[in-house]
Nanobody
Framework: QVQLVESGGGLVQAGGSLRLSCAAS????????MGWYRRALGKQRELVAA???????NYADSVKGRFTISRDNAKNTVSLQMNSLKPEDTAVYYC????????????????WGQGTEVTVSS
């Protein structure tokens, strides 16, 4: 019913920048929340940045001042501009959305993209 497709990952040197994008498609009525998580090797998945259903923007402390999340409601997209990248930012980044589908419940359901790899070399 709903697909989230990420793009923009890759290999970059420390101090460099990357921009991730995610597009949601399918039978979408509304998007209540949307953002980015990441999972580094051997670690649990963690929030990077997200727009919440309450209209609040959350950032992980480790990325504040370096990463900026933005969204285009008309296109159902969310982007993550990552600057001053560090080796510890190396991870698989996942797009997340809490989405209400046409004919679905107002609470919405969680959807995830397949992930895009970001590797930051020192």
């Amino acid at each position: 019913q709903v697909q989230l497709v990420e793009s923009g990952g890759g290999l970059v040197q420390a101090g460099g920048s990357l921009r991730l994008s995610c597009a949601a498609s399918g039978s979408i009525f509304s998007i209540k929340a949307m953002g980015w998580y990441r999972r580094a090797l051997g670690k649990q998945r963690e929030l990077v940045a997200a727009f919440t259903s309450g209209g609040i923007t959350n950032y992980a402390d480790s990325v504040k001042g370096r990463f900026t999340i933005s969204r285009d409601n008309a296109k159902n997209t969310v982007s993550l501009q990552m600057n001053s990248l560090k080796p510890e930012d190396t991870a698989v980044y996942y797009c997340y959305g809490k989405i209400v589908v046409n004919g679905g419940t107002w609470a919405g359901s969680d959807y995830w993209g397949q992930g895009t790899e970001v590797t930051v070399s020192s």
